[in-house]
């Protein structure tokens, strides 16, 4: 089966945000997710990936369900273990729903979710989601005792946070530690993904884990797609100045 792509939008809201925070509906307010969603699907993603914060620093509530309403790719929904970011889930219904660490407390020393510490907490959230029709990953460090729990918990998949292999300059133990951890994953029955800090450099080392399904990917395209946009953009202001008398 080949590798699918879940395309991380947030941070195309991250830019809408830095000059429209104060006035997110209103009609100048670019660039829009929808449009990005509808773009990422053309150009083959498989699943669009989103992440309502707490701090709602890019993306906001009314964009999650603005994009699963028009995109028809099946919606993953990141969020952390609060009961705001449940409710919202409930109301979304995406088809995936990938927990991460909301707080610091959350976090492990690489930033995964510590699943050893709250174990409790992760089971309970994975089986509320579930009886709610919803697929879960667990965004996890490459840990064998955290893929050990993350199976515990009952979800299907975990999300292996790959920011340490993308930050490494030698990347070589990180890729130890993310084959061990995918040949575990994969041994305990869960489906494996991947994500964070992928980009067109480092994908191809990162091909190498075996029984990955999909990755993640979302800064490193989105940056992408502005160096790649940037002549057609200026290319038709360009165009627009032209009647200038
Ligand atoms: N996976 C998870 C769980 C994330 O939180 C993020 C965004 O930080 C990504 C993947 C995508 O990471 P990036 O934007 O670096 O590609």
Redesign the pocket.
Known sequence: MSLLL?M?I??VATLRQARYALLPDSPNAEPSVVEAALEAKAGGADSI?M?VRGDRRHMQDADVFRVKEACGLPINL?LGITEEMMDLAFRLKPEFA?L?PETREEVTTEGGLDVVALFGTVREAVSRLQGAGIRVSL?IDPIPEHIDEAARTGAEMI?L???AF?NAEDPSAEMERLIAAAERGHGRGLQVNA?????YRNLSELLKVPYLTEL???????SRAVTVGMRQAVAEMVEGMKSYA
């Open positions: 879940g991380n947030d941070h990936t992440h990141e990938c991460v965004f999300e946070h790959t920011g993308a994500g964070h800090g992928i980009n993640n990917i979302g800064h490193s395209i989105v």
